[in-house]
């Protein structure tokens, strides 16, 4: 048995020796996905072949399932690192297969002609509103005013600052994405990413407000 998969059952035996939910269990967990991540034996098939933001959603899955799950681990049947990549593999096939789901959508959505909301999608999709001006003005007050926080609530994880209302705002003020990347410190790829999945998560709420 190696060095480093000794290691991972030790710390997977002394989570579970904590009650789910538990502080200590959520503190062991913690070292053991800290160990697993920082080992450099992270195996994912086709990791490169996809934006970056593919295999971090596949991440974490996996760390959310081992949250949940670690008591499932058998370590007579399998090394941890040999759970633990299959478990990542799985889930990067599910990110992988929304992923294109997504751009089977944007295609779908920019073949379509004659309505505003998919003028809106575009617009976003290009991150320019100096087009359709008055389309602009038209969902602006529904951004800012976001009664129930939706807009606000939905950001680039860990930073809450970097959320659909701000960055929509900021492109209705004509500012473009590599400004925004560049004033707020995180990729471009990564903003316009989750920009344009924000998108669709909102399409039906635009869509809903521009008919009204």
């Not at 998969?5 to 989570?15: F, I, T, V």
């Not at 809106?120 to 529904?142: G, I, M, Y």
């Not at 990347?181 to 990729?187: E, G």
């Amino acid at each position: 048995m190696d060095e480093l998969d000794s290691y991972l059952k030790q710390l997977s035996k002394l989570a579970k020796q904590h009650s789910p939910g538990s502080k200590r269990r959520i503190i062991a967990v913690t070292r053991l996905l800290a160990a697993i991540e920082n080992s450099g034996k992270l195996y994912c098939q086709g990791k490169y072949d996809y934006p970056p933001e593919v295999y971090h959603e596949a991440i974490q899955a996996v760390r959310t399932y081992v949250f949940r799950s670690i008591d499932r681990y058998d370590p007579t049947r399998a090394k941890m690192m040999t759970w633990i990549n299959q478990k990542l593999n799985l889930e990067f096939k599910g990110a992988i297969n929304k992923f294109k789901q997504e751009r089977q959508l944007e295609v779908s959505l920019s073949s379509q002609s004659g309505t505003s909301s998919s003028n809106f999608n575009r617009d976003l999709d290009t991150l320019s509103s100096e087009q359709t001006p008055f389309l602009s003005e038209s969902v602006r007050q529904l951004i800012e005013e976001d009664l129930e926080d939706v807009f606000k609530n939905q950001f680039i994880r860990g930073r809450p600052e970097v959320n659909f209302q701000a960055i929509a705002l900021h492109l209705l003020d004509g500012y473009g994405k590599r400004e925004l990347a560049d004033m707020w410190n995180i990729p471009e790829q990564t903003l316009y990413s989750f920009f344009r999945r924000s998108c669709q998560k909102f399409k039906l709420l635009f869509e809903k407000y521009l008919r009204e």
